[in-house]
């Protein structure tokens, strides 16, 4: 039994994170294994702090809360906090280059990508989302690419199929040149 | 509908509605109420499709009235809340152990007293629902630790709801009922879902609260020509309220006693590297799965350390509390509240080794490192 | 109403529906529920409804009390709450005819949440609430139905709180069938209980009822018999057409049928709605 991975996307709310971390969630139990997710539940869903958490294990999680991070996604300034102190040191963090201006200190790798940038110009800066998905499960190598943009087609409204598809593919391969 | 087998993801609040219909319940009377209220969406959604009823009543006490009532009608019936609401309906709870009329509630524990926190975690109903309605009174209550526990005991609490006639209630955190994790939800083999035992013989030879020897007297439902009375004042066989001490002591003292007789059906736990553990964690719900992360890494570094998990919270699993605990020199009880758990675990070791509180109770959840360091810290 | 009132009072033998052998009852001597009693198990009869499918779901004090003596399904539930049981008796037994008998204090008071609510859901059931002005189990407390200025165990200075007109409240709360009638003219009540059955939905009936013993008494309002004649004397029998009455009896009560409004009763209307459309 491998060690269990924390996953979390984070942000302000609004930004579509419970949503990803569904899809990516998803993808794990296609795969045989066993997803944890939970969320804060303040009444947060426009603005102010945003966090989905995924324990992924095999098996049942022993504990089933995310507290030693492994990939950190932080979409919003005010998300930042909130994690900084659960960080592992081999961890990797994804930050907003734009949104997050002042992103946490740590010897994790960081890498601050055009998430909004990209989403804004792709037409829509809601799917930010899915272009945050794409990049954390490549840089993750969570899922096959080709499995994951099939999950993320299906759950997709049908009118951002194509969106959807676009913003996915700019997310992977964000981080594939970066 | 309920019947296809599939992992998924789904949340404890959500398992605890698709445990109960699986179970065979039909009714569920509610009353909106955060952190528990998808369980009664769950059910609005699902009830109708299988030929039940839902209804949001006006308030938590006419929910809990509602089940009941439903429930003497013969059929089984459920209502879910947290703190506050599980306060009022306490009286009604107390009604439901005198008559004994099975029904199940499950409480989502917030933050409190009052309003509390609704949204935050807490495990400060673990005395109320034992405690909470006036009077002595048999009631049974079940603390999962995770979805896939919520579904199972949910399933259980109805079997022992319908074969003990006892109100069961379900006990879980805010972080359990919110939490999605990945369960398959096979649904229980027919044979092992419990129906009450229902009055057959001839309606002038029946008594409603006969003194069996198993404890458990026959239901009448109505319409089956029995014809019965139902009060919650002290009754005797025939089921009319009576004066007489002595038939009141026989009646309460059956009640009271059909537990005790019934405890090795009733008594459910988990215990985890008990057999030499010098130090032993007791405790429920989100606290238990900490405690699990930090006896592994206690264990890795060689300290003996185990958890006794009460599966079933009252009536507590004493005796074999006492055994998990045969080599304990502490004992650490993490709990979300000031201390109330522990109360019981010092009743049980009678003074035979130390307790240690480990407590959080505005909204926090007990983390691994917390448990792991208090167990540090007493054996070092 | 036009209907002749069906006086079958020779033929109706109400012992053969009692449980005889909790007799004698507990009810003080000249208290009107008796009366209420008899009237509730005339119309049973007439309408020809079996006791083994009729349940009856009671609160607590002296009207909660009555259940036990009707050899029937019975229910004596907790203080205020017997419409909430019967909700739930109800929905999950269609097949059961329903009956409730709750008190002014039971129903106006500690259950007034549970009786808005059931007028305006309309679960098809009778509730038949006996008003005698007083907590009397309990000792004659003051209830929201006693009149101003009355003494009571807790108005030892006279009654400073106006009256809670239930029936009013029941057809504001969107009540389908409301009724009232006092107990002095026991076949009037018994027809008046016979369209409450008939209505498909939520009825509801006040009876106006007397508690000589702990209320007449403290109030010197005379023996039972001075009492039922006064309550008569201070109504009028509205849904006779007698509204020419109101002029000569000022402040009188109306009494009758109050209120008769077609309604979708609650269950109909539940399994009316698509469940494979919203969720």
Redesign the interface.
Known sequence: MGKNIEIRLSGSGGQGLILAA?IL??AF?AQ????????????TSRGGLSRSDLVVSDG??????A?ELDYLVILHQVAVTASENMIRDDAIVLTDSKLVTEPPKGKFRLLQLPITETAIKLGNRRIANTIALAALSAIGEFAGREELEKIVTRRSPKPYIDLNRDAFNKGWEMVIQA | MLAKVE???IQGNEACALGAIAAGC??F?GYPI??SSEIAHTMS?EL??VGG?F?Q???E???????????????K?MTATSGPGFSLKQ??LG?AAMVEAPCVIANVMRGGPSTGMP??PGQGDIMQSRWGTHGDHPIIVLAPE?V?EVYSETIRAFNLSEALRVPVVVLID??IG?????VDLTPPDPASIIERKWATCDPKDYKPYEITKDRVPAM?R????????????THDETG??TQDTEKGKNAIGRLLDKLEYHKGKIESYEAIDCDDAETLIVTIG?SA??A??AI?SLRADGIKAGLFRPRTLWPFPEEAMRKAAGKAKTIIVPEMNAGQLIFEVERVIAGKCKTVGVNRYAGD?I???EIEAAARKVTS | MNMEPHISAEEFDIRQFM?LD?FPHFLCPGCGHGMALRALMWALWEQNIS???L?V?CGIGCSGRL??YI????????HG?P???????????P??HVVVITGDGDCLAIGG??L??ACRRNVNMTCLMLNNEVYGMTGGQVSPTTSPTRYTTTTPYGNAEPVFDACKLAEAAGAGFVGREVTMQVPTLKDLIKQAFDYDGFSFVEIISDCTEIFGRKNQLGESAEMIMSQKASTRPDSYGTRVDEPFRPNSLPTGVLVKTDRLEYRAH?QSLN?KGQ?
């Open positions: 569904g969630s998803n139990i045989g294994r066993n997803v944890a997710q939970s969320q804060a539940y303040e009444p049942e999680a022993d504990y089933p809360l507290h | 992992r998924k993801n039909r009714f009377a955060t952190p959604r109708p499709g009823t209804i009543m006006e308030d006490i006419a929910s809990m009235g509602a089940v009941i009532g439903a429930s003497l009608g013969g059929v019936a009286e009604n009604y949204t935050r995770s896939g805010e972080t919110h939490l999605l994790e990945t009448a109505p319409g089956d020509g029995y014809r019965a009375h139902t009060t919650g004042l009319f309220p989100i799965r900490a699990k992360r592994k959840i983390t691994p490192s | 449980r909790l006791m083994d499918k349940a779901v259940g036990a050899d029937s399904n019975t229910f004596h539930t907790t709450r419409l909430a049981y019967a909700t739930g008796l109800a929905l999950a037994r097949d059961l949440n549970h808005i609510h539940q469940p969720k």
